[in-house]
């Protein structure tokens, strides 16, 4: 994964993708990051669809991240893994239960694996795999 990549996830929010049996499902996230290892990590607040739809279709996701302004973006395939203890759900449980004044707390994290990053900015990238 690029810096270019990397800046935007950095500096966006996400829409996380799912499906299973048919039935595609999109949220948007704000509560995310990126490892050292370039692996993506979401604070479940709210993804209980989602996280039954990963648990139904052998961890597959897709994330879209775009910059509304200038029209860059990119589509990230892979498969994730739900934790539910560790560093990194502590840390997502500080942060959510601060932004919310602790009426709400992260139940656990997703850690994505990139496998295929897609350019969707429009132009004559888009659609070309990084």
């Known amino acids: 994964m690029n810096d270019a990549v990397k800046n935007l996830l950095k500096e966006s929010m996400w829409d996380l993708a799912?499906?299973?049996?048919?039935e595609p499902n999109v949220v948007p996230v704000a509560f995310k990051d990126i490892t050292d290892d370039g692996k993506l990590v979401v604070g479940d607040v709210f993804l209980n669809t989602?996280?039954?739809n990963i648990a139904d279709n052998h961890g597959r996701i897709a994330i879209s991240v775009y910059n509304p302004k200038?029209?860059?973006g990119y589509q990230i395939k892979g498969t994730a893994e739900y934790v539910t203890e560790g560093?990194?759900?502590n840390t997502f449980?500080?942060?959510?239960e601060k932004t919310f004044n602790g009426?709400?707390?992260?139940?656990?994290?997703?850690?994505?694996?990139?496998?295929?990053?897609?350019?969707t900015t429009p132009g004559a990238d888009n659609k070309k795999e990084l």
């Open 18 to 22: 799912t499906c299973a049996n048919g």
């Open 50 to 52: 989602t996280l039954q």
């Open 70 to 72: 200038t029209l860059e």
């Open 87 to 89: 560093e990194l759900v």
């Open 93 to 96: 449980k500080a942060i959510v």
């Open 103 to 119: 009426a709400a707390t992260a139940k656990g994290a997703l850690i994505i694996t990139p496998e295929k990053t897609i350019v």
